[in-house]
């Protein structure tokens, strides 16, 4: 894997019709958008490629599920958990998974689906959710998970 990816979408975009001649000052400012996500896309390409297997199986496998969200920002890639309404009402949060985490939490997501990543984000932060997302299901996942151990 490497940024074929990238430079293979922008190249098949500069050749369609999308780019007259002739432009306008809002065809620009869309040039502009497009050329920042064929660069955030690449950069976030290679950076996958140079995980580790399992940390880019993880990854992938919970991108697929659409269980954490991934995005290049200032400091480059990031990996979250959306933790909305988590550690209250109406709170707009998230926590950012390290890459030596995503096998874990990845354990966390196939096992106790959302429950897993509220223990996982509790574990990691140690914070306590919302009195609604205490259920037995939570707390079996953050018993389990506390004490994962990755498989050699």
Request: hydrophobic share 35%; aromatic share 12%; proline share 4%.
């Amino acid at each position: 894997m490497n940024n074929i990816y990238g430079l293979t979408l922008k190249s098949a975009l500069y050749s369609t019709e999308l780019f007259p001649s002739g432009r306008t000052e809002w065809q620009d400012g869309w040039n502009a958008c497009y050329e920042d996500i064929c660069l955030r896309t690449q950069c976030m390409i290679k950076w996958i490629a140079n995980l580790s297997e399992k940390n880019r199986k993880a990854l992938l496998e919970l991108l697929e599920e659409r269980a954490i969200n991934l995005e290049y920002g200032d400091s480059g890639v990031e990996v979250y958990v959306n933790m909305n309404d988590t550690w209250g009402y109406a709170c707009a949060d998230s926590e950012e998974v390290p890459v030596d985490e995503l096998p874990k939490v990845l354990y966390a997501w196939k096992n106790y689906e959302g429950d897993g990543l509220t223990a996982w984000a509790a574990l990691k932060t140690g914070y306590k959710p919302i009195e609604p997302l205490l259920t037995d299901k939570y707390y079996e996942a953050h018993t389990k998970i506390a004490a994962y151990k990755e498989p050699e």
